[in-house]
């Protein structure tokens, strides 16, 4: 697996990348689950009961880092060996997954809808962690993939 990172990663592009992507996804989970307040000063707030959220948008934010830039990667190499990869796919339901339990801001625009709004509130309420959790096994599994398929596709030597 780590033979794999540093291949993809020691393209300054993709390290970039995966740098933007881990900052933008831990920003905006951050602010949507009110961890972070830009307004009336920035203020970084993690209360004790929350640290499990926190750490859980923390892993998601590192993994789709690692994720999208690889699957990127994936799909210019299979353009170039004319097959493609599904493993993109993979990284948006993952990422997605994590950002869906987006908190306070979230519930109250599902709100609008009426009875389901109420009905999709009290669902990602309660159920917040355990599709956090979900959306790491997701990650996890195409970063798993991506490892491997980079391994199979491409000569690594360790």
């Known amino acids: 697996m780590l033979s794999s990172i540093r291949f993809v990663f020691s393209n300054y592009g993709y ?3 995966g740098t933007i992507v881990f900052l933008t996804f831990f920003m905006m ?3 949507l689950s009110e961890f972070i ?3 009336p000063y920035f203020i970084f707030n ?3 009961e929350r640290i499990v959220s926190f750490v859980l948008i923390m892993i998601v934010s590192l993994l789709s880092a690692l994720v999208i830039p690889m699957n990127i990667f994936l799909v210019s190499l299979a353009k170039r060996l004319k097959r493609m990869s599904s493993g993109l796919v993979g990284s948006v339901i993952g990422a997605s997954a994590g950002a869906c339990s987006c ?3 979230g519930f109250s ?3 609008v809808f009426g ?3 109420g009905t999709a509130t009290a669902f990602l309420t309660m159920y917040e962690i355990p599709l956090r959790v979900l959306s790491i096994g997701i990650l996890f599994f195409t970063f798993y993939h991506a490892t491997r398929s980079i391994k199979k596709d491409c000569i690594i030597r360790k």
């Open 115 to 117: 009875t389901v709004g």
């Open 109 to 111: 625009i599902i709100s």
């Open 37 to 39: 307040f830009f307004e």
């Open 15 to 17: 390290a970039v990348l």
């Open 103 to 105: 908190g306070p801001i």
């Open 46 to 48: 993690i209360q004790s």
């Open 29 to 31: 989970l951050s602010f």
